[in-house]
């Protein structure tokens, strides 16, 4: 069955220092993953995406994930956070087991210090 | 083109209402998702439809719910007899028709319902 772990609940970074937020993985077939990101009383956005094409991905607003299969891991990471960057952030999974329903898990929220 | 729209964004319920969520998918999407969040946890998928038929509902609880996307208008969930635990944020998302895949899904802003 697939599962998701986001392994920090709570990420905490200053203004203009890198963002990573580590996501590991199970799926017993070529899983589809995503990163959505949900702003404070807003809706879901999708930053980016992984369908079996290249494993280093790029998303809107400078954010990045790498899929890399040995370690079943697709962190998210962004060289230098903005204020703007403050919200919760869902890594999700998809493959044919579960007829391609989306899996997620249970969201890092990141805090930008000034 | 507008978004996926939900309503309404806040909904208060005594325990024993009803509640009822709207959803309208965007324009040209006839897939329609259900998703329940509960607080400080991911998105928990509950239901999925397409125009006049339930495709796969094997995440709604047993009882008390239930959704509908018509044929005309939006897709409906609907909780009966409310309880305490039925405090979350529903969110809908749309897709169009790509076969079974749940990609690229839009989400609404969600419903927010407490019930008191």
């Known amino acids: 069955a697939q599962s998701v772990t986001q392994l920090d609940s709570h990420v905490s970074v200053s203004e203009g220092t890198p963002v990573l937020l580590r996501c590991n993985y199970s799926?017993?077939?070529?899983?589809?993953l995503f990163w959505y990101v949900q702003h404070p009383n807003k809706g879901l956005q999708l930053l980016l995406k992984?369908?079996?094409?290249a494993t280093l991905v790029k998303g809107i607003n400078g954010f990045e994930a790498e899929f890399k299969k040995s370690e079943t891991s697709f962190h998210l990471t962004k060289p230098s956070a903005h204020m703007s960057d403050a919200a919760e952030y869902f890594c999700?999974?998809?493959?044919?087991?579960?007829?391609?329903?989306?899996?997620w898990g249970a969201g890092t929220k990141l805090i930008i210090k000034p | 083109n507008a978004g996926v729209m939900q309503n309404p964004r806040h909904l208060v319920r005594r325990r024993g209402q009803e509640a009822r969520l709207r959803c309208s998918p965007m324009?040209?999407?006839?897939?329609v998702y259900w998703y329940r969040q509960l607080p400080e946890e991911g998105l928990k998928f509950m239901v999925y439809?397409?125009?006049?038929?339930?495709?796969?509902e094997s995440g709604m609880p047993k009882e008390r719910f239930s959704a509908e996307f018509p044929k005309e208008g939006p897709s409906i969930l609907r909780i009966q007899q409310v309880v305490r635990g039925d405090s979350a944020a529903y969110f809908c998302?749309?897709?169009?028709?790509?076969?079974?895949?749940?990609?690229?899904?839009?989400f609404g802003q969600g419903t927010r319902l407490t019930v008191v």
């Open positions: 999700v999974v998809s493959d044919r087991s579960s007829n391609y329903q989306l899996i």
């Open positions: 998302a749309s897709s169009p028709a790509l076969g079974a895949r749940a990609t690229e899904a839009f």
């Open positions: 799926s017993s077939y070529s899983p589809s």
């Open positions: 439809l397409q125009k006049e038929n339930i495709i796969d």
């Open positions: 324009k040209g999407h006839s897939h």
């Open positions: 992984y369908t079996s094409a």
